[in-house]
């Protein structure tokens, strides 16, 4: 396929996307989310892929959501239906990187903003260098939390009262405390954090891929991921509330 906003690197078991605009803080824009929806769904198809590592092209693994479409989409549709799309398709491919039968690992550095840090929390597993940054900004730009369902997943990996916390203080925070939080399984020098990302993708792929899907559907079940739909379409029109009226008050 050819990309516009990823770089695929397949290396027969151990499939690399890399998000791929630098210049804007790799934000995640309509088009990002149609291509890695592209490659989500053909990995469900490919049974020679046993991993896949997500990361960041530049300085940073993603700066959130590319906020310069909204006006763009509003003045193309006032009803709001184009930014209602822009929320499902998100959802859609939070829902897809959940329920993906192989693992799925998470590259972090640089700052991981939003929606970043919202598609890193739905890979398995996450590495990060010790600079990185995290933030979950959007109560303090007046948007609700309902980017690709997030808020239930992140609940359940950093648990509810830290998450209360980061949501109504939109405050950023540390690698380490990332990782005292279980939004990152490992942190390691930014300059050994390949090697740390290796080291775990390398085994993995030698893992029978019957027994990781159902391990991970037992998981996804226990920790009521499958229920992160519920509810996301209610916050689809939230969201798309909150967008408009950000976008007229900008004009």
């Not at 630098?22 to 989310?33: A, F, I, K, R």
């Not at 405390?177 to 080291?199: G, N």
Request: with cysteine; aromatic share 4%.
């Amino acid at each position: 396929m050819d990309f516009k906003t990823l770089q695929v690197s397949d290396e027969g078991t151990i499939l690399r996307v890399q998000l791929d605009r630098p210049e804007e803080g790799n934000s995640v824009d309509s088009q990002m989310l149609t291509e890695l929806l592209a490659i989500l769904r053909a990995l469900e198809d490919d049974h020679t892929v046993r991993v896949m590592v997500l990361s960041g092209a530049g300085d940073h693994f993603c700066q959130g959501g590319d906020r310069t479409e909204f006006p763009e989409l509003l003045a193309q549709d006032t009803s709001g239906a184009a930014l209602r799309a822009l929320g499902e398709k998100a959802q859609r491919v939070c829902s897809a990187l959940s329920q993906l039968r192989l693992v799925t690992i998470a590259r972090c550095h640089g700052d991981v903003i939003g929606a970043g840090l919202g598609l890193a929390v739905f890979c398995d597993l996450r590495v990060g260098a010790d600079t990185s940054r995290y933030r979950m900004p959007e109560v303090g730009l007046g948007v609700p939390p309902a980017w690709g369902g997030v808020l239930p997943r992140l609940a359940a990996e950093a648990g509810q009262a830290q998450v209360r916390r980061l949501l109504l203080t939109a405050e950023a925070f540390d690698a380490a405390r990332a990782k005292q939080m279980s939004i990152l399984h490992e942190v390691v020098p930014a300059d050994d954090l390949d090697a740390a990302v290796a080291r775990l993708a390398k085994p993995l792929a030698r893992r029978d891929p019957t027994t990781v899907r159902i391990t991970k559907n037992m998981l996804n079940a226990l920790a009521g991921a499958n229920q992160l739909s519920v509810g996301s379409y209610a916050d689809d029109e939230f969201l798309t509330a909150a967008m408009a009226r950000r976008a007229l008050l900008r004009r």
